[in-house]
């Protein structure tokens, strides 16, 4: 199917995709805000148009089930994570505390994430600005080479690429502290 056909589909059953929005909002989400169970409803549409094959059947059908699954596959995963919220919170009532495991989440914050990236790509040009000499020795400690297989490499010793490992770290420790 083309993409103009897919959007055509789209735009043309959107009256319906709200309508069962609608439906589904009064009967069985009506705590939750109604243009949220529409546009749970829209992105079913747009998931049914990516998967619509004329042998399924007509659009309209197909269509249906999967504006419908889309809002109670949602409605459900909110209410999976509601629920869970008040057992934690309601465990950590009756115990008058929460076990440690319980409450702390091992993945990084998204602002971690972000901070641990720049600080990489800011690492990356203080390499990328060392002399080719310095560089490939950082790297290659750094790919954990030992200071005499780097001189090795270089045809020199161990000692100088200790000077060498040196020189690099300072110059990085500088530009690192200059983009700070």
């Not at 897919?6 to 609608?22: D, K, Y």
């Not at 409803?41 to 249906?64: E, H, N, T």
């Not at 419908?68 to 209410?79: C, E, L, P, S, V």
């Not at 690492?123 to 290659?140: C, F, K, R, S």
Request: proline share 5%; glycine share 6%.
């Amino acid at each position: 199917m083309t993409a103009r056909r897919r959007e055509a589909l789209i735009v043309e059953h959107m009256p319906a995709a709200e309508r069962i929005a609608r439906r589904v909002h009064q009967r069985s989400c009506w705590h939750l805000d109604v243009n949220d169970v529409i546009q749970t409803g829209y992105v079913g549409l747009i998931q049914a148009s990516k998967r619509y094959r004329p042998s399924l059947g007509p659009f309209d059908r197909f269509a249906y089930w999967a504006v419908f699954g889309a809002i109670m596959d949602a409605t459900r995963r909110r209410k999976y994570r509601e629920e869970m919220n008040d057992s934690l919170d309601a465990m950590a009532d009756h115990l008058g505390y929460a076990p440690e495991h319980l409450t702390i989440d091992p993945a990084p914050l998204p602002n971690a994430i972000a901070e641990r990236r720049e600080v990489q790509g800011l690492l990356l040009v203080a390499i990328l600005d060392l002399p080719i000499v310095e560089g490939a020795v950082l790297l290659g400690h750094l790919a954990g080479e030992t200071l005499p297989e780097v001189g090795r490499f270089h045809q020199r010793s161990g000692t100088w690429a200790q000077g060498k490992l040196a020189s690099a770290k300072t110059h990085v420790t500088e530009q690192m502290r200059k983009a700070a």
